[in-house]
């Protein structure tokens, strides 16, 4: 283990604590370092991965389901809206509320980067063994109960959808 990461002196919950931390934050760029979320920086992946999976979203809901600050928000849209990835509509139930949606350039844009996307996050993940992953997945859905599940009724409401 890292000198920095002492368990005898910080306790184990910390130091892994710390470790995944470091390794989440290391593996994402990686991942944008070598194109790992294609032409676009993670925050417009995500976004547009979340705007794929529903028509029109209010950015402060965008904001909240990737982690992002709503002014950081307002700029990746902003700058998605300018490469004609996304546009700004005015919401069907509510007409103040202005929602962002995906176009079809958009669509395009984010099925090659999800393709980039799997392709190194299987290159950075090689050097763990099926059942490695297997187990890191169920320690992670111990830590975060639902996790796999509300992933897997994602999945499945996206295929009822298409």
Not at 89 to 103: E, K, N, P
Request: hydrophobic residues 35%.
């Amino acid at each position: 283990m890292h000198k920095l990461i002492n368990p005898e002196e910080m306790g184990w919950p910390l130091s892994t604590f710390i470790v995944m931390s470091h390794t989440l934050r290391h593996l994402h760029n990686k991942l944008e370092n070598s194109g790992g979320y294609g032409d676009l920086t993670r925050s417009q992946f995500y976004t547009l991965m979340t705007l794929e999976h529903q028509a029109g979203m209010p950015l402060s809901q965008i904001s909240e389901r990737i982690s992002r600050s709503p002014g950081n928000m307002t700029l990746v849209i902003d700058n998605l809206e300018k490469e004609g990835l996304v546009e700004r509509q005015r919401s069907q139930q509510d007409r103040r509320v202005v929602v962002a949606a995906l176009t079809e350039s958009g669509r395009q844009r984010i099925e090659q980067a999800r393709r980039a996307h799997r392709t190194a996050v299987e290159r950075e993940l090689s050097t763990l063994t099926d059942q490695e992953l297997q187990l890191l997945t169920e320690l992670f859905e111990k830590i975060n109960p639902g996790l796999c599940e509300n992933a897997q009724n994602q999945q499945k409401a996206l295929k009822t959808e298409s």
